[in-house]
């Protein structure tokens, strides 16, 4: 099995920082890309960054030039660094990273969501 624990989040005012982490741990053989998603109330989850194994990264309009995603590939960790955040920000953040578990083909697992509330 596979888990990952997300850390980060909370309340910041407009114009703030925040940052987040997602740790898998497991029995994991291999891991591909890895991406953060939002989800605010009423609203589908959206892509908001991702980065692939060669560390490539691609960010949402919304978000561009304000996040910035980055992995260590040693820790198996995705980290998300939000800067000049807007109220619009305000969702649940989930992680998303796809593993390989031994020669199973690779599968997508989610992190349990952590909250990020951007009000003054």
């Known amino acids: 099995q596979v888990q990952l624990v997300e850390s980060g989040g909370g309340l910041v005012q407009p114009g703030g920082s925040l940052s987040l982490s997602c740790a898998a741990s497991?029995?994991?053989?291999?891991?591909?890309?890895m991406g953060w998603y939002r989800q605010a109330p009423g609203k589908e989850r959206e892509l908001v960054a991702g980065?692939?194994?060669?560390?490539?990264?691609n960010y949402a309009v919304p978000v561009k030039g304000r996040f910035t995603i980055s992995r260590d590939n040693a820790k198996n960790t995705v980290y998300l660094q939000m800067n000049s955040l807007k109220p619009e920000d305000t969702a649940v953040y989930y992680c998303?990273?796809?593993?390989?578990?031994?020669?199973?083909?690779?599968?997508?697992?989610w992190g349990q969501g952590t909250q990020v509330t951007v009000s003054s």
């Open positions: 497991g029995s994991i053989f291999r891991i591909y890309n």
């Open positions: 998303n990273i796809v593993v390989q578990m031994g020669w199973d083909t690779p599968r997508n697992y």
């Open positions: 980065i692939s194994t060669g560390g490539t990264t």
